[in-house]
């Protein structure tokens, strides 16, 4: 029901929060949003804001009882309060049930398996020192994927262990999962919508490509570089996937597409995702407009471009500075047409922090390129 009283409740205020909010201004929703950090990005265009623990259970029930939704910018949020939540009455998307099993993500893999979604082969241990005794013992071959069970985000909580030295080095600690190195082609992510009629909406995919040294996106370009028959192939498990999840909202689905022809799964979040960022510029309808026509059961817009080309770049901090943030060549970028300067309002920036996004349209790959190009080597985040 389209209502613009109704209270919006978000579970964390970073740079997703801060965008869903903006979207919901213009159909004047309601949103307050709940973060431990008083000066969260969210904090400044949200219409309440609530400064505590999205991991705790009464704070997160005592935000919730006077919203009428509830939705997340982060998985990591204490879903025994949503559960409870829901038995109050009050409505939340992503559902708690599909939440416990995707911010874990051997839980997440195995329920890949059971529904037959193809991923990568993988095991799961119950520890680092469980999965360094089968690589010695030669259960495992090297190269290998390690993936934490829990907490990982923007790069962390990955290892690609090559060598006996990198188990000295590279071993993550904790409950875990090996998964067999994929021979990667390209790397695609498709963001999907469904609302609670059961309507699903796919965005065009995305080519990843990531930063070497902190692995996590640095840019993408819209359309992938992926035949038509692999975009729909890619496109119809996306939707697979989002109904499985039995999701009202937005999903981000990762995949592979390899050199032997396959299409695997590698991971999903189940909320406004970096692969979406550049609809803002280029859709007709944004991710974040998406995700409140999803979970409010309003008709899903239109998911077409509307322009022929798109690449999104990610603000990362300098690797080699800390503190207050200072930005250059803002001028210089802006100057140029189809360049578009996303900046998140983090007062801090560290090495490799996501500090904003830019996109940049154009009419072909080659131009958007070389724009982009422009910016990454003239847009810089540094401390003061």
């Known amino acids: 029901m389209f209502s613009t009283t109704q209270k919006i409740g978000i579970l964390g205020g970073g740079q997703l929060g801060k965008m869903l909010a903006l979207a919901a201004a213009n159909w004047d929703f309601k949103t307050f949003c709940l973060d431990p950090t008083p000066e969260a990005p ?19 029930l005592a935000f919730g009882r006077d919203k009428d939704l509830l939705t997340i910018e982060i998985e990591h949020v204490n879903t025994d309060a949503l559960q409870e939540l829901e038995r109050l009455g009050k409505i939340v998307h992503p559902s708690p049930r599909a939440l416990d099993i995707i911010k874990d993500k051997g839980l997440q893999k195995e329920f890949y398996r059971e529904h037959d979604i193809p991923t990568a082969h993988f095991e799961i241990f119950e520890d680092e020192k469980s999965l360094k005794k089968a690589i010695e013992s030669g259960a495992w071959k090297l190269p290998l994927v390690q993936k934490t069970r829990t907490a990982g985000y923007d790069g962390k909580g990955v290892a690609i262990l090559r060598t006996l030295e990198d188990l000295e080095t590279k071993l993550l600690p904790g409950p875990c999962l090996a998964e067999v190195l994929a021979p990667i082609e390209t790397e695609i992510a498709i963001v999907a919508a469904r609302n609670a009629q059961g309507e699903v909406a796919i965005f065009p995919a995305v080519e990843m490509d990531f930063h ?9 370009l819209c359309p992938a570089r992926i035949s038509r028959l692999v975009e729909a192939e890619a496109e119809a498990l996306a939707e697979s996937v989002i109904r499985a999840f039995d999701i009202c909202g937005l999903l981000a689905v990762e995949m592979f597409w390899t050199k032997d022809g396959q299409l695997l799964v590698n991971e999903v979040a189940p909320r406004p995702h970096n692969s979406g960022h550049h609809t803002i510029d280029s859709a007709h309808t944004s991710q974040f407009e998406q995700h409140l026509r999803a979970i409010c059961d309003l008709p899903l817009g239109s998911t077409a471009s509307k322009t022929p080309v798109a690449i999104m770049l990610n603000l990362l901090g300098d690797p080699d500075h800390k503190g207050p943030v200072r930005y250059e060549g803002v001028e210089e970028c802006l100057a ?12 801090l920036t560290s090495p490799f922090r996501k500090m904003g996004h830019v996109t940049i349209t154009a009419n072909t790959v080659a131009e958007a390129m070389k724009k982009a190009n422009f910016v990454k080597g003239k847009l810089k985040v540094c401390a003061m």
């Open 336 to 347: 140029l047409e189809g360049v578009n300067i996303h900046l998140y309002g983090k007062a």
């Open 212 to 220: 070497p040294e902190a692995n996590l996106v640095e840019f993408l």
């Open 42 to 60: 969210a904090s400044q265009v949200c219409t309440g804001f609530t400064v505590g623990d999205f991991n705790n259970y009464d704070e997160v």
